[in-house]
């Protein structure tokens, strides 16, 4: 089983300087500064390595993307991991914080930046003390500050704690938000490519997707391309939750059947009971069936199935789960997290949680199930950003292929008033 | 098709706009409407309601037309099926909590909610869930009150007070469906310009307090005018039912306003029903107080006067006018004075402006296509603050760069790229010395507050320009500073890889018309100086007379020696406004007649033995000279059975065998067109839409100021500015205005090092000295002036600031504790 950044995780002591260094921490540094940095941006277009934090965006080519000579630029790592069901840039930040750094110095070499920031989510405090004394060793090494390593390149990285919103996870109500804004998404164009942070060429990476670029660059492109399918590279965290014996963060090679995550490496299904459904790439993707458990863990086949990767985050429901329950569930966090910025999501929320906890607690009506999924059909890529499409996913999902569980709670309802 | 430009497909037709253009603007052009609530185009693009989708072609997804760019063969289909139902759909997301009280609600009539659901809506509703309900009367201020139940959270509102008020005093709080339009600790949301959000709020939330529930807006009569409270004139719309002033709003003109106005035009006409108007005539020549018909007292004042110039000789009678008058007034009174009793005894002020500029008039449109704006003596903010607006708009959002030239800060420093601050005192020096060195000679700015690398680095930013507007205030710069300033203007104009202009920014509403009208002493009107006398003639007639006048400063001193021994003060209160204040009050009442004419009761209308009513602002037509330039109507609106001014002086004129008549103000205008160099092309048509530039009057004085003349003097005490606010305490903000909670207290600003010598500490409660004139005053220890000086606005009437100054404005000062 290749494990690449899970390879020395249970490692005692992984988060110091000196036990990371004894695993073979920061070699890369000195490989990377023997080259240009547009090499090294080649080198991470050639691995194939795509962007873990959500849209699968190849992440060399985004690199490459960065407005010509315009500076100063910025990284920002996208630590906000506020999606359900997701917890793997957790485990990385709490047991091995200096692969994110070396991650981040190479990606700041890559595209000439100089600066850096840490986005953690509000709720990460004890991660950002962790991750505070990480810089604070790294700096002392030399590994951050002025010259690095007689490079003659200079980082800086500074952490930041959000105050609790999942948008600000969306990169540019990130960006927002780091410069002291309401968490909003902004309008794009231009893309932060062009125009982020202060108005610069930024960079913005989930954890996950940073903490891969040491390998690919002590190990070579080429090395990382041969793991996982032809279009999906690599490996992934997969968090694995819900209905399984052994819920956890498994680092998966791409195109391992769902089947067998779920079967093989989380133990199988609680009590043995039989599997409903499952959620392949967190809270934001449509759910599937269990005949669909067969479906090759990438990015392609789960598009193909009719949902996505996503950030990787599989929710495992089995057959004790009345998906509408799920879907309630899912929709009073969307409602609870839109920004409120747009119409669409702002109002289709809150009305979608009405109609859903009326079915629920069973005073819905018939009409109900073709009214939401018309209030779907008016939200789905309607809204100003993603977060109004990720609440549409479980209703929209839960009804396709499950309607009888909605039918149920209606005729239950139709019972108690007879 | 030129380089900048798209050509594109909306709806099968095709259009060529300018590159950058927004789709939903493109449509526009063509007739096409597409629906929004969140953009504006003064504010730009957002993107939030998602009122506004359109099919594109080759996307896959609907796209917001607000936040699209035109791109080359774009194909923008707007009326699909898959566009229709998804603008059902925003409709009926936008509709789901809104309380739909528009039976009730002031926007009800012209409401974008209301039309946009007329026309793209759902007929129906499937929320069958009790509506959120919420705070229905939530004041943000004492004149904005907001009902959060029917707020769509557009952003407009936060978005203004973000991009144009430069300020984020309003912003949205809370998260998703709880967001909410509010403030920082809930402080009142009371900028100077806070009115314009009810405008463009497009659902009845942000409501003028003063009109909330009083009337539908289908029941109005509206008149499109302008305000009359400053230089700006911005238009405005003035609604008014059973002849009951109800609200004001925007009107538009991109030459004057950009869109907007400032909270004075909106809430600063309660004295329009003030109790201390002048509605009737009343004389006390014939022995106790009496009233008398208009026409009467019109006749009786004209006659005196008269009898009086036959008697001691014209030079023994003056005219005051004022700034605030319209140009008919103000022309027709100076056709009054000079044809009929024959004095060129004739002002409107007490600084040193003179007609006419060395450099182009500009417009204030042109300082958008300016890429340097050169701030002198002025602050826009306070004064004028329209104009403030539009320097922001270009600093923040266009390619201009701002320079600031003053003797106290301003806001405006806050934009500035650099900001210079001479010493009270020393402008004359200051604008010599820059002059000099445009000159290529030496400029000395020993003993003024700023360096030579400061001014050097001015002159660079000047000599980079390409094209440069210029702000001055000629009413702050004291003694003869003005005219060093337009020898300065003439130097800049000799820049040759640059364009400029200049916009003489006195706060007056028509400080350049009373210019332009002759309201002066030594020129007739269109700025033909007396000393040019077959110019004169040519233009006046014959027996025009071409003895210099008095100077309104002049004329106070030779009243108070007893030569003038009449005057007729037309809209202004020298008493209070004119340097010295109480000096100005004993001398006016050694006057054998004082005529005063004026719309409301005044510390000098009290001493006056003929009173005549002014109808003013809100009830009598007329025309006014922004400080663009720009000549506009102002439409009256309510009716009033007093005759207008321009006719009652033309009665006066009558009485003294004038025999013109006059039908309307416009017949007036119809004159000024024939008589006034530059105005030939002003008439009720030509000006009816955006109003029109007059041609400036010639520049006359162009002598290079000697530069041992401008040195500052030297004295003793602390220099005084004394700094003007549009929200001042006066008679037309009077201590029942809905604007009270703009008034400030009495305050001084001191520099450090002069507080520290003084013994005085922030807070301190003080005495302002200048001979017998004692002004109370908090301190505020500030960087507003350099040491040596003081800044002392201007907050009341009462306060008495201008009782400190000298009769050319400049003044010495001491301090004490109170
Ligand atoms: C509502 C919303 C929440 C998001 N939350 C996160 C997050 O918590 N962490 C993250 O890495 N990306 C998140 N994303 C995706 C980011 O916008 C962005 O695509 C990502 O950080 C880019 O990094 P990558 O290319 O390395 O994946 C979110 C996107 C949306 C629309
Ligand atoms: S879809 Fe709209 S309301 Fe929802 S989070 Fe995005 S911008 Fe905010
Ligand atoms: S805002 Fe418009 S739609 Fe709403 S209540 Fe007022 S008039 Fe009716
Ligand atoms: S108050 Fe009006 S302008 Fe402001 S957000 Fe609400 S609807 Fe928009
Ligand atoms: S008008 Fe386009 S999104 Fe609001």
Request: aromatic letters at 6%.
């Given at each position: 089983?290749?494990?690449i ?13 000196a036990?990371?260094e ?6 890369s ?7 240009e ?5 080649e ?5 194939g390595l795509r962007?873990r934090g959500?849209a ?5 080519l ?7 000579d315009?500076f100063?630029?910025y990284?920002?790592?996208n ?7 997701t917890?793997?840039?957790r485990?990385?930040l709490?047991?091995?914080?200096h ?11 890559a595209c000439r930046i100089e600066t850096?920031?840490?986005?953690l ?16 060793e790294?700096y ?9 390593l ?7 990285i500074?952490?930041?704690?959000g105050?609790g919103a999942?948008?600000c ?5 990130l960006?927002n938000s780091l410069?002291?804004m309401?968490?909003?998404p902004?309008m794009?164009?231009?893309f ?7 108005a610069?060429?930024t960079?913005?990476n989930?954890?996950?997707t ?7 660059v002590?190990?070579?492109?080429e ?5 996982g399918t032809e ?5 992934k965290?997969?968090?694995v939750?819900?209905h399984?014996?052994k819920?956890a963060n ?7 059947p769902?089947?067998?995550i779920?079967y093989d490496?989380a133990?199988?299904?609680r ?9 392949p790439?967190?809270s934001?993707?449509?759910m ?5 458990v067969d ?7 789960l ?5 996505m ?13 009345n998906?509408v329950?799920t ?11 839109s920004?409120g910025k747009?119409?669409?999501c ?10 859903l ?5 069973g ?6 199930v073709?009214?939401?999924?018309d209030?779907c059909?008016n939200?789905?890529?309607k ?6 499409d990720a ?10 292929n499950?309607?009888?569980?909605y ?6 309802m139709t019972?108690?008033?007879? | ?7 594109l497909?909306?709806?099968?037709q095709?259009?060529?706009?300018p590159?950058?253009?927004k789709?939903?603007?493109?449509a526009?052009?063509?007739?096409i409407?597409i629906p929004v ?5 003064k ?5 939030c ?15 917001t037309?607000?936040?699209m ?6 194909v ?11 603008q059902k759909g925003?409709l009926e997301?936008t509709?789901?909590?809104h309380?739909l009280?528009c039976p009730?609600?002031d926007?009800?009539g012209e ?14 509703t499937r929320?069958d869930?009790?509506?959120?309900n919420?705070l229905?009367?939530a004041?943000?201020?004492p ?8 707020c769509i959270a ?7 007070s973000?991009?144009i ?14 967001n909410?339009?509010?403030?920082f ?6 900028t100077r310009?806070?009115?314009?959000v009810?405008?463009?709020c ?5 409501t003028?307090?003063q009109?909330?529930f009083k009337a539908?807006t289908?029941?109005?009569t ?12 911005c238009?405005?719309t003035?609604g008014v039912?059973?002849?009951k ?8 003109n ?17 004295f329009?029903e ?6 009737e ?9 009496k009233t008398?018909?208009?026409k009467?007292?019109a006749?009786?004042?004209?006659n005196?006067l008269k009898?009086?110039?036959d008697?001691?000789g014209?030079?023994s009678?003056?005219?005051i ?7 008919e ?5 100076q056709?009054?004075?000079r044809q ?8 409107h002020k ?5 007609p006419?500029?060395p ?9 958008e296509?300016?890429d ?7 602050d826009?903010t306070?004064?004028?603050p329209i ?5 922001k708009k270009v600093?923040t ?5 701002l ?6 800060s301003?806001?405006?420093d ?9 010493d ?6 200051v ?7 445009l000159a290529g000679e030496?400029?000395?700015?020993q003993?003024?507050g700023i360096?030579g ?5 001015l ?8 094209k ?11 003694g003869q500073?003005v005219?060093v ?5 003439s130097?800049i ?7 400029c202009?200049?916009?003489p920014a ?7 018309g ?6 002066l002493?030594n020129?007739y009107?269109?700025?033909v ?7 004169v003639k040519?233009q006046?007639?014959e027996?025009s ?9 002049e004329m106070?001193?030779?009243a108070?020696?007893g ?6 003060v037309?809209?202004?209160n ?8 109480k000096?100005?009050a ?9 005529i ?8 000098t209308?009290?001493l006056?033995?003929?009173?005549l009513?002014s109808n003013?602002?809100?009830h009598?037509?007329?025309t006014?000279t922004?400080i663009?330039?720009?000549v506009?109507?102002r ?5 009033t059975?007093?005759?207008p ?11 003294l065998?004038?025999?013109?008549d ?20 002003i ?6 839409k ?10 006359q004085?162009?002598t ?6 401008s040195?500052?003097a030297k004295?003793?005490g602390l220099k005084?500015r ?8 006066d008679?037309i903000?009077?201590a029942d205005s ?10 001084v600003?001191?520099h450090e090092?002069?507080a520290k ?12 000295v200048?001979?017998d ?7 505020e220890?500030s ?13 009341s009437d009462?306060?008495?600031?201008l009782?400190?100054?000298?009769a ?5 000062v001491e301090?004490?504790?109170a």
């Amino acid at each position: 089983m290749t494990q690449i950044l899970f390879k020395d995780i249970n490692k005692k002591d992984l988060h110091t300087l000196a036990v990371y260094e004894e695993t073979g921490g920061y070699k890369s540094l000195k490989k990377a500064f023997a080259k240009e940095p547009d090499e090294i941006i080649e080198m991470v277009k050639a691995s194939g390595l795509r962007g873990r934090g959500g849209a699968g965006f190849p992440c060399g080519l985004k690199w490459s993307f960065l407005a010509k000579d315009v500076f100063p630029r910025y990284l920002c790592c996208n630590a906000d991991e506020s999606e359900p069901g997701t917890c793997k840039d957790r485990e990385l930040l709490l047991k091995n914080p200096h692969l994110l750094i070396e991650g981040m110095i190479l990606c700041s070499y890559a595209c000439r930046i100089e600066t850096g920031y840490i986005y953690l989510r509000g709720e990460f405090y004890d991660l950002c003390e962790i991750m505070e004394k990480a810089l604070e060793e790294a700096y002392a090494k030399g590994y951050l500050g002025k010259n690095i390593l007689g490079s003659g390149f200079d980082l800086d990285i500074h952490t930041h704690l959000g105050a609790g919103a999942y948008i600000c996870g969306e990169e540019s109500a990130l960006l927002n938000s780091l410069e002291g804004m309401r968490g909003e998404p902004r309008m794009k164009p231009p893309f932060p490519a062009v125009q982020g942070l202060y108005a610069k060429p930024t960079v913005i990476n989930n954890v996950e997707t940073l903490c891969v670029v040491p390998y690919i660059v002590n190990e070579g492109a080429e090395k990382y391309a041969a793991i996982g399918t032809e279009k999906s590279k690599g490996t992934k965290l997969v968090s694995v939750s819900g209905h399984v014996k052994k819920p956890a963060n498994y680092e998966v090679v791409l195109g391992t059947p769902v089947r067998e995550i779920i079967y093989d490496m989380a133990g199988g299904m609680r009590d043995d009971n039989q599997l409903k459904a499952f959620i392949p790439g967190g809270s934001s993707v449509p759910m599937l069936r269990a005949d669909q458990v067969d479906t090759p863990y990438d990015y392609e086949s789960l598009q193909a199935a009719g949902s996505m990767l996503g950030s990787g985050a599989l929710i495992v429901l089995d057959h004790t789960v009345n998906v509408v329950e799920t879907s309630l569930r899912l929709v009073s966090f969307y409602m609870h997290e839109s920004c409120g910025k747009c119409t669409p999501c702002r109002e289709g929320t809150r009305w979608m949680w009405q109609i859903l906890h009326q079915i629920q607690t069973g005073k819905g009506e018939a009409a109900h199930v073709e009214e939401l999924l018309d209030i779907c059909d008016n939200m789905s890529f309607k809204c100003f950003c993603p977060l109004g499409d990720a609440a549409v996913a479980p209703v929209a999902s839960s009804i396709q292929n499950f309607r009888a569980d909605y039918e149920e709670l209606l005729q239950r309802m139709t019972a108690n008033t007879v | 098709m030129a380089d900048n430009e798209v050509t594109l497909t909306i709806d099968d037709q095709t259009i060529t706009v300018p590159k950058g253009t927004k789709v939903v603007d493109a449509a526009k052009t063509v007739g096409i409407e597409i629906p929004v609530f969140c953009y504006h185009e003064k504010l730009g693009s957002l993107g939030c309601c998602r009122m506004c989708l359109v099919e594109v072609e080759k996307m896959p997804k609907l796209m917001t037309a607000c936040t699209m760019d035109v791109g080359p063969d774009m194909v923008v289909k707007t009326t699909t099926e898959r566009v229709e139902k998804a603008q059902k759909g925003v409709l009926e997301f936008t509709l789901l909590n809104h309380p739909l009280d528009c039976p009730v609600c002031d926007k009800g009539g012209e409401c974008p909610l209301q039309n946009n659901t007329f026309k793209y809506g759902p007929g129906d509703t499937r929320m069958d869930f009790q509506r959120a309900n919420n705070l229905k009367a939530a004041p943000l201020s004492p004149v904005i009150t907001l009902d959060r139940e029917r707020c769509i959270a557009c952003q407009r509102c936060t978005r203004y007070s973000e991009v144009i008020e430069q300020d984020r005093a309003l912003v949205m709080l809370n998260r998703g469906f709880h967001n909410e339009v509010g403030t920082f600790n809930n402080e009142p949301y009371d900028t100077r310009f806070s009115g314009n959000v009810i405008d463009i709020c497009p659902v009845g939330a942000l409501t003028n307090t003063q009109f909330r529930f009083k009337a539908r807006t289908w029941d109005l009569t509206n008149s499109d005018t302008l305000c009359a409270h400053c230089g700006c004139n911005c238009n405005m719309t003035l609604g008014v039912r059973t002849n009951k002033f109800m609200r004001i709003e925007s009107r538009p003109n991109d030459y004057v306003d950009d869109g907007w106005i400032c909270d004075k035009a909106r809430w600063g006409y309660d004295f329009l029903e003030s109790k201390n108007r002048i509605m009737e005539a009343r004389t006390t020549l014939d022995g106790a107080s009496k009233t008398l018909p208009v026409k009467d007292a019109a006749a009786q004042a004209a006659n005196a006067l008269k009898k009086i110039a036959d008697e001691h000789g014209p030079g023994s009678i003056g005219f005051i006018g004022s700034p605030y008058g319209t140009n008919e007034e103000l022309y027709l009174y100076q056709k009054l004075f000079r044809q009929q009793l024959g004095t060129n005894n004739i002002d409107h002020k007490v600084y040193a402006e003179t007609p006419g500029l060395p450099i182009p008039h500009y417009d204030v449109s042109e300082i958008e296509t300016s890429d340097l704006v050169l701030v002198i003596a002025s602050d826009p903010t306070e004064e004028l603050p329209i104009l403030d607006l539009r320097i922001k708009k270009v600093v923040t959002r266009g390619n201009a760069k701002l320079a600031v030239l003053n003797d106290q800060s301003t806001l405006m420093d806050r934009y500035a790229h650099l900001s210079l601050r001479y010493d009270i005192g020393a402008a004359a020096q200051v604008f010599a010395a820059l002059a000099n060195t445009l000159a290529g000679e030496k400029g000395e700015v020993q003993d003024t507050g700023i360096t030579g690398e400061q001014l050097n680095s001015l002159m660079d930013m000047l000599k980079s320009s390409k094209k440069t507007t210029i702000i001055y205030n000629p009413a702050a710069l004291t003694g003869q500073s003005v005219d060093v300033l337009k020898h300065l203007l003439s130097e800049i104009g000799k820049i040759s890889s640059m364009e400029c202009g200049a916009i003489p920014a006195a706060p007056y509403t028509n400080a350049v018309g009373a210019l332009d009208m002759g309201v002066l002493p030594n020129y007739y009107p269109g700025g033909v100086p007396l000393a040019d006398a077959e110019a004169v003639k040519q233009q006046s007639g014959e027996n025009s007379p071409l003895e210099a006048g008095l100077s309104a400063m002049e004329m106070i001193e030779k009243a108070n020696s007893g030569e003038l021994k009449a005057l007729l003060v037309h809209r202004a209160n020298p008493v209070v406004d004119f340097p010295g204040s109480k000096k100005i009050a004993d001398a006016l009442k050694k006057l054998d007649l004082l005529i005063v004419h004026d719309m409301l009761e005044t510390e000098t209308s009290q001493l006056a033995g003929i009173v005549l009513p002014s109808n003013g602002p809100g009830h009598d037509d007329g025309t006014t000279t922004n400080i663009g330039g720009r000549v506009q109507f102002r439409k009256g609106g309510l009716k009033t059975t007093n005759a207008p001014d321009w006719k009652i002086i033309s009665m006066m004129a009558k009485t003294l065998g004038d025999e013109t008549d006059y039908i309307t103000s416009f017949s007036v205008t119809d004159e000024i067109a024939k008589m006034v160099p530059g105005y030939g092309d002003i008439s009720k048509k030509s000006i009816k839409k955006m109003g029109l530039a007059r041609t400036a009057a010639q520049y006359q004085n162009g002598t290079k100021p000697d530069s041992a003349k401008s040195q500052p003097a030297k004295s003793d005490g602390l220099k005084l500015r004394i700094a003007s606010y549009l929200f001042a305490h006066d008679k037309i903000l009077d201590a029942d205005s809905r604007l009270a909670h703009q008034f400030k207290p009495s305050t001084v600003h001191l520099h450090e090092d002069d507080a520290k010598k003084l013994g005085l500490k922030n807070g301190d409660d003080v005495i302002v000295v200048s001979g017998d004139t004692q002004v109370r005053a908090e301190v505020e220890i500030s960087g507003k002036c350099n040491p040596g000086g003081v800044v002392l606005p201007r907050i009341s009437d009462e306060q008495g600031v201008l009782g400190l100054a000298g009769a050319d404005g400049i003044s010495s000062v001491e301090i004490r504790k109170a």
